[in-house]
Nanobody, 121 residues
């Protein structure tokens, strides 16, 4: 089992920045690809970004690349999502997820509870 706990969400004005964290426990974090997803009210869950278990490879949904940056610190068992230039349409619950040594995962076995990001106009 891998337990994932997100933090760092909150209320931010348009144009602002937030960095989300995903703390992992239970298994060797450095063996898992980490992904970030988001789900806005009334919308389907959307892929945001992924980073492989080494940190050498990243993948982004095209519309977010350039504003969002995914990273990880395997020594701290933590992944990050830095979000800049936030827009009201970025408002959603953001989830991190983990999948064992797969690139790029189609499905993720483990997922956190999410953290709310609200961007005011």
């Amino acid at each position: 089992q891998v337990q994932l706990v997100e933090s760092g969400g909150g209320l931010v004005p348009a144009g602002g920045s937030l960095t989300l964290s995903c703390a992992a426990s239970g298994r060797t974090f450095s063996d898992y690809t980490m992904g970030w997803f988001r789900q806005a009210p009334g919308k389907e869950r959307e892929f945001v970004a992924a980073i492989d278990w080494t940190g050498d490879n990243t993948d982004y949904t095209p519309s977010l690349k350039g504003r969002f940056t995914i990273s990880r610190d395997n020594a701290k068992n933590t992944g990050y999502l830095q979000m800049n230039g936030l827009k009201p349409e970025d408002t959603a619950v953001y989830y991190c997820a983990a999948e064992w040594r797969t690139w790029v995962p189609v499905n993720y076995k483990y997922r956190g509870q999410g953290t709310q990001v609200t961007v005011s106009s």
